[in-house]
Each structure stands twice: as C-alpha cells, then as structure tokens.
C-alpha cells in the first residue's frame, strides 16, 4: 500500500543486517539449553553415575542387581515426581502426596484384611478416594485464591493425622500387614509389586510403571492442547485465561493426577511389603519437589520438562544407593541431595533470567 | 475509502461511571485497511472508549455500529466473535514459552484422532513463521521463547495472532508506550504491515509524535468529550498537540518558558 514510505523499507532492510551478528552463535546455544530444560540434569545423572562407578565400582554398584536397586528407589520417587512435575510446570505445589501415599497405603490394606473386600474393589476404592483428595486441594486452591503451598501444606496433616487417628480406631495399631493373604493378591502382586528377570536379575515391575507413565506424561506435555495449557496456566494464568485457556479445569486436572499418582505408589509399596505403615510416605512430597526442580523445572511454574523430573529421580537413586555401596554412612545422603538442590535451583535461576531477557 | 461503510463506527457514545462524565457524545469510525489514531491525554476518555468497542464496558448511550449493523457487546468475547480484537499494553504473551506455543494458546492445531489427538507443533510453527512473515518480522525459530523478543517484536507477535485468528479490526492499547525509540519505529512499521493487509487498525496513544507518521485519521479526545475526528490532510502535528493539551494551556506553558530563558539569559548577561 502506498501508506509504507519508502524510508521504512530501507531501515528494515538494515535492522536484518544487523541481526546476523556475532551474537547468534551464543544466543543459539543459549536458546538450545532453554528449550531443553533436562538437558542438565541429564548431564548431573552422568556425572553421579560416574562418580559412584569409580567411588562403589567393585562394591556393586555396577552390577545389574545394583542398578535394579538403585532404579527401584528412583521408580517410587519418579512415579510421584512425573504428576508433581506436571502440576509444579501449571503453577502450583502439592504437599499432601507423601501423605496421600499413607493415606492409600493403609486403606488399602485395612479394607482388604480387616473388612475382606477383594483387592479389585479396594483399588477402586482407592481410586474414588485419590479423585476426591485431588478435587479436594484444588477446589480449595482455586476457590480461595490462596497459594497451594499454603493450602496443600494444611492437608498434609490433616490426612496424616486422619490416617493416624482411623487405622488406630480401626485396628488399634499404626502397622497393619497380612495383605497377602486378600483375596486378589496374586494379580495385584504381579501387577504392583513382581519382578521382571532381565539377564537373572529381577528388575522390579515399579521401573516399568515409572518410565511408561513418564512416556505418556512426556508426550502429553509436549504434544497435545492440553500440555500448552500447563505452559501456560503456570506462565500467566490471566494471559491464559484470556486466550481461552480453561485454567480451573486444568489445575483441577493437575491436582487430582498428582493425588492418583501418589495413591500409585501408597499401593505399589502395601503390595510389595504386604501391608502398610501410617507414617509411610513421609518428606516424599519434599523429595519429590527436589527431583523436579533438578530436573530443571521452575518453582515458580510455566517453565520444565518430565523428562528432566525423571533424570531428577535416577540422581535421587543413584545417590541414596550409591552412599550405600561405598559404605558411607547414609546420613550424609541428605547433604549431598540438599547440595544438589541448590545448585539446580542457582541453575535455573540464571536459565530463567536469560529466557526473560530483552534480546 | 470514505465512502465505504465503516467497520465499525461509534454514533454519539457517552459513558458514565456514577456522577463522573468519562465519555460525551463521541462519535468515530475506522474503514478497512485505515489507521484511525486515538489521541488524548491522561483521563481524555480513551480507555474508556476502547472498553466500550472492546466489550468490556457497554456505552450508556448512543451506538456502536459494526460493518453497519447496529450492536451491543456485553463481554470481550462477543465483541471478538465479531472481529475486533484488542491487544491490550501486558499482551497476553507468555514469555517463557516458545512463539508457536504462544500463537496458538487457547487454539491449538491437531492432528490425529481420539486419544492420539495431537498438538500440531510442525504445523503451528510453520504458520506462525508465515503470518509473522507478512508483517515482515523474519524470525529464525518459532521454538524460540518469546521472552528472547524485544518488547516491539512482543507486540507485534501478538498482533500477527489477532490477525491471524480473523481480526478485521485491531484496537492496540497503547502498543508504543513503554519501547524505546528504535522499538517504536518497529511497531510502527509493523502497523504500516497491518493496515496494507486490509486490516482497520485504532492506534491509541498520547504521543503525537507516534501517531501523526502512520494514522490516517485522528480523533483527538479530552476530558471526556471529543474534538471531532480530522484526516491528516485537514490537520498539522501542531494542532493536534495543542487540542490534545487544551490548547491556550499549552501556549500559556510555551509562553512562560520562553519568560524562564529570557530571565536566564539576562541573568548570564550580567557579570
């Protein structure tokens, strides 16, 4: 149209000029660790593997039933670190899962051997009851407007002292086994809790869990319509909102994924232990918000990947076996996780603040 | 172009927020492929203006007018439905997300069916790539976060999606306010794009010197009320700054500057 001057033409012309300058070759590598959030805590994994096979090498570290134990430890801490990942990208927190994980545990065990429902019943009764402890938090979070660290930190005692105070009304104790003897076992056993024999070593089914749903959250996030939302809930839930985004709906979602998948893993260990303990569960949903933010999620959402929580987990097990193996006393297991906490959040910090930055 | 029917027209608007007057009989319109700048000061009435063709607050009086048909918007998505999309000065953007994420937010391509239902992500960069292309914004990657852009190229991301999502006519809040001056030059070229493309753009600023380089038309607000709406033939730079001051304000201001230099100037005279 002959409203665009000619001079306006030319000074583009110039501006793209300008672009193609010494900075490009930076701001692509920069740009490729951006868009690739796991991409450090991948490297971490390597770094801890290596530093555990020269440290534990001939102690078993390297060995397939060394690794069976470590990834056991890293599949019950990842099941819950995929849905937290999930629910901390679309901007919220959920304190309650190591609670939940009790919470599911000992009513699993206390409807199968003190009221003799069959296990199929008991897991969908569990079921219900993660729906409902999910519904529960977010419908608080979003109707107060409160932060979820806030809310989700009441109901994480408020369900550990209820399954504290129920299993002792119940059963007049805080351990309750025998869950091997329900009805349904068999089947739960093989589903929850067998081993799968890999060159005569069982690797347990839990591994599996772990890295299929991490398969699935992975390419939900990254490649459906409901994904973008997380972005974007937890970006700017008001620029969200305004592009038409659902963002209830989605934090709801979240909130009660998150509570489903600690149920998982309250399930998975009554089965394997055939039975439950109330305090079971315990600093789970701390350990869970660590291995995501090494996983290079942001803590204040819109920015994370599942992959990165699951490179997060495989560091959380590799060190809490890996002291094991050299024979370190396992105290310090907590020094070195809370180091490494650190220095993933220093990293992200500076990742966020170049992907904020006027380029 | 004058004598096409408006996309939208405002016939005598007034808008009262209880006792206070925010708007008085204001009537405007923008045609396709026309710039129509919205000058005010602060509290000329402009935001209100722009909330009443928005959607956001319905006029108290008068008409809204779109395409000739008589409306009445009661929210921002009935008045989007319709064509008119505003990209207000905080965007809607998300910036650590990439350009393509951000583009289709809320709207995203599939492919596949059912469960398998899936974000187009080839798709949607491709597409973002090419309407970004026809505002001559050449971006390498649309994988590329949209806090990486410069806030010029923000915006005009964001109108690139307006447009891309059927806006005939594109209301931009204050879209220089906040840029520096090359970035302003940016914008405006990408308004320049914009309006080739056939699309009617409302330009509100208070900075003349932004407006009067790319508008075709200006509607000069101030303390509610309107005065009147000039083709940029009719009109200079000059007049249109002093209407949007008040004018003899202004010249009274100009006057007792010139007063400070002349008492500086003796002053330095002196030894």
């Given at each position: 149209?002959?409203?665009?001057?000619?001079?306006?033409?030319?000074?583009?012309a110039?501006?793209?000029?300008?672009?193609?300058?010494?900075?490009?070759?930076?701001?692509?590598?920069?740009?490729?660790?951006?868009?690739?959030?796991?991409?450090?805590?991948?490297?971490?994994?390597?770094?801890v593997?290596?530093?555990?096979?020269?440290?534990?090498?001939?102690?078993?570290?390297?060995?397939?039933?060394?690794?069976?134990?470590?990834?056991?430890?890293?599949?019950?801490?990842?099941?819950?670190?995929?849905?937290?990942?999930?629910?901390?990208?679309?901007?919220?927190?959920?304190?309650?899962?190591?609670?939940?994980?009790?919470?599911?545990?000992?009513?699993?065990?206390?409807?199968?051997?003190?009221?003799?429902?069959?296990?199929?019943?008991?897991?969908?009764?569990?079921?219900?009851?993660?729906?409902?402890?999910?519904?529960?938090?977010?419908?608080l979070?979003?109707?107060?407007?409160?932060?979820?660290?806030?809310?989700?930190?009441?109901?994480?005692?408020?369900?550990?002292?209820?399954t504290?105070?129920?299993?002792?009304?119940?059963?007049?104790?805080?351990?309750?086994?025998?869950?091997?003897?329900?009805?349904?076992?068999?089947?739960?056993?093989?589903?929850?809790?067998?081993?799968?024999?890999?060159?005569?070593?069982?690797?347990?089914?839990?591994?599996?869990?772990?890295?299929?749903?991490?398969?699935?959250?992975?390419?939900?996030?990254?490649?459906?319509?409901?994904?973008?939302?997380?972005?974007?809930?937890?970006?700017?839930?008001?620029?969200?909102?305004?592009?038409?985004?659902?963002?209830?709906?989605?934090?709801?979602?979240?909130?009660?994924?998150?509570?489903?998948?600690?149920?998982?893993?309250?399930?998975?260990?009554?089965?394997?232990?055939?039975?439950?303990?109330?305090?079971?569960?315990?600093?789970?949903?701390f350990?869970?918000?660590?291995?995501?933010?090494?996983?290079?999620?942001?803590?204040?959402?819109?920015?994370?990947?599942?992959?990165g929580?699951?490179?997060?987990?495989?560091?959380?097990?590799?060190?809490?076996?890996?002291?094991?193996?050299?024979?370190?006393?396992?105290?310090?297991?907590?020094?070195f996780?809370?180091?490494?906490?650190?220095?993933?959040?220093?990293?992200?910090?500076?990742?966020?603040?170049?992907?904020?930055?006027?380029? | 172009?004058?004598?096409?029917?408006?996309?939208?027209?405002?016939?005598?608007?007034?808008?009262?927020?209880?006792?206070?007057?925010?708007?008085k009989?204001?009537?405007t319109?923008?045609?396709?492929?026309?710039?129509?700048?919205?000058?005010?000061?602060?509290?000329?009435?402009?935001?209100t203006?722009?909330?009443?063709?928005?959607?956001?607050?319905?006029?108290?009086?008068?008409?809204?007018?779109?395409?000739?048909?008589?409306?009445?918007?009661?929210?921002?998505?009935?008045?989007?439905?319709?064509?008119?999309?505003?990209?207000?000065?905080?965007?809607?953007?998300?910036?650590?997300?990439?350009?393509?994420?951000?583009?289709?937010?809320g709207?995203?391509?599939?492919?596949?069916?059912?469960?398998?239902?899936?974000?187009?992500?080839?798709?949607?960069?491709?597409?973002?790539?090419?309407?970004?292309?026809?505002?001559?914004?050449?971006?390498?990657?649309?994988?590329?976060?949209?806090?990486?852009?410069?806030?010029?190229?923000?915006?005009?991301?964001?109108?690139?999606?307006?447009?891309?999502?059927?806006a005939?006519?594109?209301?931009?809040?204050?879209?220089?306010?906040?840029?520096?001056?090359?970035?302003?030059?940016?914008?405006?070229?990408?308004?320049?794009?914009?309006?080739?493309?056939?699309?009617?753009?409302?330009?509100?600023?208070h900075?003349?010197?932004?407006?009067?380089?790319?508008?075709?038309?200006?509607?000069?607000?101030?303390?509610?009320?309107?005065?009147?709406?000039?083709?940029?033939?009719?009109?200079?730079?000059?007049?249109?700054?002093?209407?949007?001051?008040?004018?003899?304000?202004?010249?009274?201001?100009?006057?007792?500057?010139?007063?400070?230099?002349?008492?500086?100037?003796?002053?330095?005279?002196?030894?």
């Amino acid at each position: 149209m002959a409203h665009a001057p000619q001079t306006i033409e030319q000074d583009e012309a110039d501006t793209r000029d300008a672009s193609a300058d010494e900075r490009i070759v930076e701001t692509s590598f920069l740009q490729r660790l951006i868009s690739r959030p796991e991409l450090g805590a991948a490297g971490g994994a390597l770094v801890v593997w290596i530093f555990f096979a020269v440290l534990a090498g001939d102690q078993g570290f390297l060995s397939l039933r060394g690794t069976a134990t470590y990834l056991e430890v890293s599949a019950e801490l990842g099941i819950l670190a995929i849905a937290v990942a999930l629910l901390m990208i679309g901007g919220e927190f959920d304190l309650s899962v190591g609670s939940i994980i009790g919470a599911s545990g000992m009513m699993t065990t206390i409807l199968a051997v003190e009221y003799g429902w069959p296990l199929s019943a008991v897991l969908i009764a569990v079921l219900v009851f993660a729906v409902l402890v999910g519904s529960f938090n977010g419908y608080l979070v979003l109707r107060t407007g409160l932060p979820s660290f806030i809310i989700t930190l009441a109901s994480l005692f408020i369900f550990r002292g209820a399954t504290i105070g129920v299993t002792r009304l119940i059963t007049g104790r805080t351990q309750v086994g025998g869950l091997s003897e329900a009805a349904g076992y068999d089947w739960a056993y093989t589903l929850f809790a067998s081993d799968v024999t890999v060159w005569g070593v069982g690797f347990p089914v839990s591994i599996l869990w772990w890295l299929g749903l991490a398969a699935l959250a992975a390419w939900a996030l990254q490649r459906t319509p409901f994904g973008n939302w997380i972005y974007g809930v937890g970006g700017d839930a008001e620029a969200a909102r305004n592009t038409g985004v659902p963002v209830r709906t989605v934090k709801l979602t979240l909130f009660i994924l998150t509570a489903i998948a600690a149920s998982l893993v309250g399930v998975i260990q009554a089965v394997s232990f055939s039975g439950a303990d109330v305090l079971r569960g315990e600093l789970r949903e701390f350990f869970a918000i660590i291995v995501v933010v090494i996983g290079g999620t942001l803590l204040t959402g819109g920015y994370g990947t599942v992959i990165g929580a699951v490179f997060g987990a495989l560091i959380f097990g590799m060190v809490r076996q890996g002291i094991v193996f050299t024979g370190v006393d396992a105290d310090w297991f907590q020094v070195f996780l809370g180091g490494m906490l650190l220095v993933a959040v220093l990293v992200n910090n500076w990742v966020r603040r170049q992907a904020m930055q006027n380029r | 172009m004058a004598d096409t029917v408006p996309l939208i027209e405002v016939d005598t608007i007034s808008k009262y927020f209880g006792r206070v007057i925010a708007l008085k009989d204001i009537s405007t319109a923008v045609r396709a492929g026309e710039v129509l700048c919205l000058l005010g000061d602060n509290g000329a009435g402009k935001s209100t203006l722009i909330k009443c063709l928005a959607g956001v607050h319905p006029p108290d009086e008068g008409r809204i007018r779109v395409e000739g048909e008589a409306v009445q918007f009661d929210s921002p998505r009935e008045a989007l439905e319709r064509g008119i999309a505003t990209v207000y000065q905080d965007l809607a953007m998300i910036p650590l997300m990439s350009i393509a994420r951000n583009f289709f937010l809320g709207a995203e391509p599939t492919v596949g069916w059912g469960p398998f239902r899936q974000f187009d992500m080839k798709r949607a960069s491709r597409i973002a790539r090419e309407e970004l292309g026809k505002l001559g914004i050449d971006i390498r990657d649309a994988t590329q976060p949209v806090g990486t852009l410069s806030g010029g190229e923000r915006q005009s991301v964001a109108i690139a999606r307006a447009i891309y999502f059927g806006a005939k006519v594109l209301i931009l809040d204050e879209p220089t306010s906040a840029l520096g001056v090359k970035e302003v030059g940016v914008v405006l070229r990408y308004i320049a794009r914009a309006r080739a493309q056939g699309v009617g753009i409302v330009f509100i600023t208070h900075n003349v010197h932004h407006a009067y380089p790319i508008g075709d038309r200006f509607t000069i607000l101030d303390r509610g009320q309107s005065y009147g709406t000039f083709a940029k033939d009719e009109v200079s730079r000059e007049e249109v700054l002093k209407m949007m001051a008040g004018g003899e304000d202004l010249e009274a201001l100009t006057h007792e500057i010139e007063e400070f230099e002349r008492s500086d100037r003796r002053a330095a005279d002196k030894p």
